[in-house]
C-alpha cells in the first residue's frame, strides 16, 4: 500500500513539474514587448504655399504706373507660373475703388493666363502682410508635392517575419504619384464634376442605335495584323 502511494505522489510530482515546464517554456516563447506600431501606406503631401507682392498706388487713384506694372510682371514671370497655379488680389478695402484697381491688376495680368481671385483686407491671404495705405498684394498660390522618404531598406533586403509590411512597402507608389500628378491640390480635394455635354451623350447614342459605331477589334492577333497590315499598304 506504501509503494503504491508513493509511486502516485511520484506521479503527480513529475505531472506538476512537467506542466511547469511547458508554461515557463511557453512564456519564454511569447514577446513582452506589446504589439508594434502598424504601418501604413506611404502618401505625397500636398501643402499650399503663397508669394507675396505689393503693388502700390497713388492715394484715390486706381492708375497703374508703368514701373509698377513691371515689377508686377516681373513677379510673376519669375516664379514661371504652372498648371493649378493661381492668383489671388488682396485690395485695402471693400469698396469701388478696390474693385477697380484689382481689375486693372488682373488686366495686366491676363497674358499669363492664370486664375485670377480678388479678396478684401478683412479675410487675407495666409502670409500675407497688412495692407498699407494705397497698396494691394498679389500672391500666387501654389501647390507643391512633398514625397515621402523613400527608399527605405530599415529592414534589411529580406523578408520580416514580425506580421508587419515591409519598410520600403508603397514607396514607389507613392513616389510615383507625386511626381506624375498634374495639379497637387487634386491630392488633397478631387475638383467638382463639371455638368456633361448632352448634345454630344445624344448624338453617342444616336449612333449607337442606328449602327453606326465603330466595330470592336476581335480577339484574334490576325485581326489586328490585318488592321496594320491595310494601314501600311501592305495589303495591296
Known amino acids: 500500500m506504501t509503494t503504491t502511494t508513493n ?3 511520484l506521479l503527480r510530482v513529475a505531472t506538476a513539474a512537467a506542466l511547469i ?19 501604413v501606406a506611404r502618401q505625397p503631401i500636398p501643402k499650399q504655399v503663397g508669394f507675396h507682392h ?4 497713388a492715394p484715390n487713384s486706381a492708375t497703374l504706373s508703368r514701373t509698377e506694372q513691371e515689377r508686377l510682371r516681373a513677379f510673376v514671370a519669375a516664379l ?5 497655379d493661381t492668383l489671388l488680389v488682396t485690395t485695402d478695402a471693400t469698396s469701388p475703388l478696390g474693385d477697380r484697381r484689382a481689375r486693372i491688376i488682373a488686366a495686366a495680368l491676363r497674358p499669363a493666363e492664370i486664375p485670377i481671385y480678388q479678396r478684401a483686407a478683412a479675410d487675407p491671404a ?3 502682410s497688412t495692407q498699407s ?4 498684394t498679389v500672391t500666387l498660390r501654389r501647390t507643391m508635392v512633398e514625397l515621402p522618404a523613400c527608399p527605405d531598406f530599415s529592414d534589411g533586403w529580406t523578408a520580416v517575419f514580425n506580421n508587419q509590411p515591409h519598410s520600403n512597402w508603397s514607396c514607389a507608389t507613392a513616389t510615383n504619384l507625386g511626381l506624375m500628378v498634374a495639379n497637387p491640390a487634386d491630392l488633397a480635394r478631387g475638383r467638382d464634376l463639371t ?3 448632352g448634345q454630344r451623350l445624344a448624338g453617342s447614342i444616336k449612333r449607337y442605335r442606328e449602327g453606326e459605331t465603330k466595330p470592336l477589334l476581335g480577339n484574334a492577333v490576325s485581326d489586328i495584323n490585318a488592321i496594320k497590315s491595310a494601314k501600311s499598304g501592305g495589303g495591296k
Not at 29 to 35: A, F, I, L
Not at 80 to 84: F, S
Open 126 to 128: 495666409p502670409g500675407a
Open 21 to 39: 515546464m511547458g508554461v515557463t517554456g511557453l512564456a519564454a516563447c511569447s514577446s513582452t514587448d506589446g504589439s508594434p506600431e502598424l504601418r
Open 7 to 9: 509511486s502516485r505522489t
Open 80 to 84: 514661371e507660373p504652372d498648371y493649378g
Open 195 to 197: 455638368p456633361a455635354d
Open 54 to 57: 505689393t503693388v502700390s498706388f
Open 133 to 136: 495705405a494705397g497698396s494691394v
